[in-house]
């Protein structure tokens, strides 16, 4: 009977997961604007945080106005990148043929230079390569998020408007003090987590947009500015794409210009921005604090790029912070928050060891005042 229960059990859970994921699957549509909505609420508490603690004279900003400065400030930023990124792919697109019959040129004169025999199969299969295409392609995937806005703006308005009830409904959830406990450090775990992401994140990716962008106008580059900015978008999904946001300028630079120092220098000046960011200052930061396993990183990039795409990779990180956090609060799903873990130890062990660690210093401490306070009396 035992081991038919354990049959049935394993069955009925592998059903549960392969149901579950082939509904993210057909309504997407409706789960990923949510999740980015989602996030977004967070982003915009964080920052009306930020805004309530602004003096104005001898007045603090009310809740209400710092929640309205938060949401237009993210709704500006996104409307600025949206309208930037639309004109230039626009004067980009334009000049992709030209772009092409350089790359054709470029390739005759390789072919001339090793003294390699032009075949007409191979010229005649490079020249219907669509560039224009698959520029174009990339980008929509990239922007495809923006042509979601209204419906995740939506989604944001109900969420900010339950947040203000959302801690209160959390204790009545919850009769048991401890269960009611364990929640609300499981909600703040996953809302401090997720928060030291995007920020580390943000503040790298602008780092890089940044020395990108000097390295690309140092030399005069076509749209240094829009292709700085497909670095900064592209760079919030880890590893390949952070390469193929690179390749755009990079190929760009061997076209534009008749002599290859200029891209040689672009390249290399690049490709060192990418590895000290991605390779040194981001994994200091954000790696560590995190504890997520590298490897479970890129599994998670390729599982949700099969199911929501460019999307999908997006918000793969965050998803398993979150999904990582969950597992780690729960006796029977442990061991895999420790699978998925960088470090041998969770954070929750971590931080009652550091508790534990806290209270002996401060006995130690006070026992240390008491001997001196002896010592001085006598």
Do not use: C, H
């Not at 394993?10 to 997961?17: D, G, R, T, V």
């Not at 072919?111 to 020249?127: C, G, K, M, W």
């Amino acid at each position: 009977m035992n081991k038919e229960n354990n049959f049935l059990n394993i069955f009925f859970s592998l059903a549960f997961i392969v149901l579950f994921f082939y509904i993210l699957n057909i309504w997407e549509n409706l789960i990923i604007p949510f999740i980015i909505a989602l996030l977004f609420s967070f982003a915009i508490i964080w920052l009306s945080d930020f805004y309530k603690k602004i003096w104005i004279w001898k007045y603090k900003i009310p809740s209400f106005l710092a929640m309205l400065l938060s949401l237009s400030t993210y709704v500006f930023i996104f409307w600025f990148i949206a309208k930037m990124i639309n004109s230039n792919v626009q004067d980009v697109i334009k000049l992709l043929p030209t772009y092409q019959e350089r790359v054709g040129s470029l390739y005759l004169q390789l072919l001339d230079y090793f003294n390699i025999p032009q075949t007409v199969d191979a010229y005649s299969l490079f020249q219907k390569i669509n560039i224009t295409y698959l520029f174009t392609s990339v980008v929509s995937s990239v922007t495809s998020i923006f042509s979601k806005a209204w419906i995740i703006l939506f989604y944001v308005m109900f969420l900010l408007l339950e947040y203000r009830f959302f801690w209160k409904k959390i204790k009545l959830m919850f009769k048991d003090e401890k269960k009611r406990e364990n929640a609300i450090k499981i909600l703040n775990k996953i809302k401090s987590d997720v928060k030291a992401y995007f920020l580390i994140k943000t503040i790298v990716s602008f780092v890089t947009w940044l020395l990108s962008y000097f390295v690309m106008i140092a030399f005069d580059l076509d749209f240094a500015l829009f292709w700085a900015m497909i670095i900064f978008l592209l760079n919030f999904i880890p590893n390949i794409w952070s390469i193929i946001a690179v390749s755009f300028p990079v190929i760009l630079s061997l076209i534009q210009y008749d002599s290859l120092y200029p891209f040689f220098f672009i390249f290399f000046g690049l490709v060192w921005v990418q590895i000290l960011m991605w390779n040194i200052i981001e994994p200091k930061f954000m790696w560590n604090k995190l504890n997520l396993s590298p490897f479970v990183i890129i599994i998670a990039l390729w599982f949700w790029g099969a199911i929501w795409g460019v999307v999908g990779m997006l918000l793969s990180v965050p998803l398993m912070i979150i999904i990582n956090i969950i597992l780690s609060k729960f006796e029977t799903t442990r061991p895999i928050a420790v699978l998925l873990s960088e470090k041998w130890e969770l954070d929750v062990i971590s931080e009652e060891k550091s508790k534990i660690n806290k209270k002996d210093l401060i006995k130690n401490v006070k026992k240390k005042l008491l001997i001196i306070k002896k010592l001085t009396s006598k």
